[in-house]
């Protein structure tokens, strides 16, 4: 979509309106009006010149005055107080101009011209609508502009649609004398253009001189062009067409014709659109359309039908109708052209086309003032190719914009390109190109173009990293225009052909190179190369951790570097564990794999580890007082359990008995047994054999730690006995629900598992629990009833308490203090 607007504030103006110059009074009393569909004559006029004349009316198409250049008539055709001798002479191509001062329809600057020959030059009077109860009168006249000049005066509106530009030209000389009218009035101080022919005098026959006075100075409608016609009454004559400046009044690059056609040259008229000039001549009844650009004859029209002895044509006007009129002198009719912008004779030249009702017409007619119209720019872009390889040319195409004042900037994918900022653009990239320009004459507007796109045949080859991949590369060709070949190691057929691929596991630096080829040129190509670039950091290795003691379990840790920040654990039951510390359960082997965020490289490495658990001792009376009172042949045999990897040693009283899994005791004693594994773990227990034996009063131990945390050690409670045949453990909580019931149904030198601390698989919470248990003695039958609690904390101390069985109820009892630990 195409936009353009105004950063200028416009002040609101009551612009001339078509209106203005709806009524012509001119030659020997003739007048027309076009106030109505066609124009209709006037008869009511008092004007009487032979060439120069003006006229306005108001907005409203009422007539308003109208002069000679040397009085001025009112709208009721009396002369206007006081607007006589205003020193302009009817004998004068151009001897009066009317221009409203700031767009007022009330007052007005009236230039009149003398002819050369006079003394008194260009003056100028002040005509103020609002005196003579609306008649108009004169503030003040006679205000000399400039001396002795040639005939000529025209006006062009400045760029704002509010000032004006009144435009003189010397005689004897190129000067133009461009004079400003603005919000202070006429500025007496003219700017200067030396520029074009030099309006002189010629040397006829007999000597005599001839004056190269005569002839319209005309603007086009749109306020850039000034066309001049200059010649003589006898012999002479040629057509100037100047470029205008209507932003600075500047007068540049004249482009002459001098030719038989401008012999005489004396009419001129703009078409409407400003491309033909129509010129007409003192010596030739015909009328000469003229290409504004080039300025060469694109037509001659011949006039029809004149009945008097005037060798050529008069002034041409454009009229508010949009028609152009002329005056054959002496005639009571003007000619019309009726589609001036047609080329030839389809401009439709009508010789006799408005009736004068009898007034007679004679070289002039009045001007009439064109507004500057502001209208939708226009900027069109197109694409050549003028042959070879990637040899293309953008133009652009420029409507109701003043080239003088413009800002060019070409865009391809809507990035600016450097230096593209002319009219015309010669693209290096594949891309979608555009065109805005920016006028900066009165009005600050913009207009962006059309959208082009543009293929070349080239290349612009990208290596991209991919994260995370360890020297994985994204190779792009970004190609146009083409087929595409890639070479390089990794690149094999058929994605050697692909705009974009990945190639892998680069270490170092490796060179990629891309061609493209015009399929229907293979001297056209494109082709470059691009560098990939990784190098992976150096592999991980984990460090064998250093034991400090025997354990079932070993806590090995890596340390993180700059290069690997990441670890993921195989243990040796085929689970998997992720950081930087695992704890090991078991001896094995344990792979590690480092891995690097940034760069996505990985590093394997593997960890060997031997666990040194604490030997377990099966002692059959495991710390049970015993005797040797049912013994057959006077020794008891002791059995420490058979332990893998171990050295046994029995001491008593700081003595050692034995080396090997068995002992015999032949006495009372203390024995102790101690075991040593290979790697220095230890483990020790101790019996004690005492002469009373009958009858043996049963006994229970509990061990001093009870640790269910799943670490491997101490898990359940063990209870062990000695005396008892059979023991059963019921556990409530304290809402007497119950938690656990189990019953030792054989005696076991290990000792009798129980409790685990948890309830249908989840371990219990914190609190108090009730237990009891019953057993049955070796010695005493019957069942052994016993009630307690146990305080549940987080780890569990339970003190044993041996208590013999009594005679009345046969009672096995312990007691528990700590707690059961939740996992």
Not at 529 to 540: G, I, K, N, R
Not at 555 to 564: A, D, G, L
Not at 648 to 674: C, E, M, P, R
Not at 732 to 745: H, S
Request: aromatic share 10%.
């Amino acid at each position: 979509m195409s936009l353009w607007f105004s950063c200028f504030l416009w002040l609101p103006v009551q612009a001339q309106s078509i209106k203005s110059y709806a009524n012509w009074y001119f030659g020997n009393g003739a007048g027309v009006t076009f106030n109505s569909s066609t124009p209709q004559a006037l008869t009511d006029g008092k004007l009487i010149s032979a060439e120069g004349c003006a006229s306005m009316s108001d907005g409203n198409g009422q007539l308003l005055f109208y002069t000679n250049g040397s009085t001025i008539w009112n709208r009721n055709h009396a002369v206007m107080l006081g607007a006589t001798g205003l020193g302009g002479n009817s004998q004068s191509t151009q001897s009066a101009l009317i221009v409203p001062y700031q767009n007022s329809d009330k007052q007005f600057y009236v230039f009149s011209v003398a002819t050369q020959n006079q003394n008194t030059g260009i003056q100028y009077a002040y005509v103020d609508m609002n005196l003579n109860a609306g008649l108009g009168g004169l503030t003040y006249k006679n205000k000399l502009l400039l001396g002795a000049s040639s005939e000529k005066i025209t006006v062009i509106k400045h760029c704002n649609n509010l000032n004006h530009w009144v435009i003189t030209h010397d005689f004897g000389s190129n000067t133009f004398r461009v004079y400003l009218i603005n919000d202070n009035g006429l500025i007496l101080t003219p700017a200067l253009y030396k520029v074009g022919s030099t309006h002189q005098s010629l040397a006829g026959a007999g000597h005599s001189t001839h004056q190269q006075n005569k002839g319209y100075m005309k603007p086009s409608h749109d306020g850039r062009k000034l066309a001049v016609a200059v010649s003589d009454s006898i012999q002479s004559g040629f057509l100037e067409v100047f470029d205008f400046d209507n932003k600075t009044g500047a007068i540049s690059n004249p482009v002459k014709l001098e030719s038989a056609e401008t012999v005489g040259a004396y009419g001129l008229e703009f078409s409407p659109d400003n491309n033909l000039l129509y010129l007409s001549s003192m010596f030739s009844k015909r009328i000469y359309q003229i290409n504004v650009a080039g300025l060469s004859v694109n037509a001659t029209l011949p006039v029809q039908g004149q009945t008097n002895t005037s060798p050529g044509i008069g002034a041409l006007q454009i009229a508010p109708d949009g028609r152009i009129y002329g005056t054959p002198p002496g005639e009571d009719y003007l000619l019309a052209i009726n589609q001036p912008n047609q080329p030839g004779t389809g401009c439709g030249l009508v010789s006799q086309a408005v009736n004068l009702s009898g007034s007679k017409a004679r070289a002039g007619l009045p001007f009439l003032l064109d507004e500057v119209l502001v209208l939708p720019p226009e900027v069109s872009i197109s694409l050549k190719k003028p042959g070879g390889c990637n040899n293309f040319l953008l133009e652009s195409k420029i409507a109701n914009l003043d080239p003088n004042y413009l800002i060019y900037q070409w865009y391809v994918d809507d990035v600016a390109v450097a230096g593209g900022n002319k009219s015309t653009l010669k693209p290096d990239k594949t891309g979608t190109y555009k065109l805005k320009i920016r006028e900066t004459k009165c009005q600050d507007r913009q207009q962006t173009s059309n959208d082009i796109r543009v293929v070349l045949v080239e290349a612009n080859p990208t290596a991209k990293l991919i994260p995370d991949s360890c020297g994985t590369f994204l190779l792009n060709a970004h190609a146009s225009g083409g087929a595409i070949q890639w070479t390089g190691t990794g690149i094999m057929p058929p994605r050697d052909q692909l705009d974009s691929l990945t190639v892998s596991k680069i270490n170092g630096s490796q060179t990629y190179r891309v061609r493209v080829t015009d399929p229907d040129d293979a001297t056209c190509f494109a082709e470059k190369q691009v560098t990939a670039t990784f190098s992976p950091p150096a592999p991980f290795q984990v460090t064998t951790p250093t034991r400090s003691g025997c354990g079932d379990t070993l806590t090995v840790q890596v340390s993180p570097t700059t290069n690997w920040n990441t670890f993921s654990w195989q243990l040796p039951n085929g689970s998997t564990a992720t950081g930087t510390t695992v704890l090991a359960r078991q001896s094995g082997l344990y792979p590690v794999t480092a891995f690097n965020a940034s760069s996505g490289c990985t590093s394997k490495d593997t960890l060997a580890v031997t666990l040194h658990p604490i030997p377990t001792l099966q002692l059959g009376q495991h710390q049970i007082d015993t005797c040797l009172a049912n013994t057959s042949n006077g020794y008891l045999e002791l059995n420490a359990g058979s332990i893998p990897d171990v050295t046994y040693t029995w001491t008593s009283d700081g003595k050692v008995l034995g080396t090997t899994q068995f002992l015999k005791a032949y006495s009372y004693a203390t024995y102790a047994i101690t075991v040593r594994t290979s790697a220095g773990c230890l483990a020790s227990d101790s019996v004690r054999i005492t002469p009373r034996c009958p009858p043996v009063r049963p006994a229970v131990y509990v061990p001093g730690a009870f640790t269910p945390n799943q670490d491997g050690m101490n898990e359940v409670l063990v209870i062990y006995s000695s005396g008892a045949a059979q023991m059963t453990l019921t556990v409530y909580n304290r809402w007497g629900e119950l938690l656990y019931k189990a019953t030792d149904g054989t005696s076991s030198p290990s000792g009798w598992a129980t409790w685990d601390g948890t309830y249908h698989g989840q371990p219990v919470m914190s609190g108090v629990y009730a237990y009891k248990l019953e057993g049955n003695g070796v010695d005493y039958p019957g069942r052994l009833p016993k009630r307690g609690s146990l305080r549940w904390f987080g780890k569990v101390l339970l003190l044993p308490m041996l208590t013999h069985i009594n005679s009345s109820n046969s009672l096995l009892k312990w007691v528990a203090i700590g707690s059961f630990p939740k996992r």
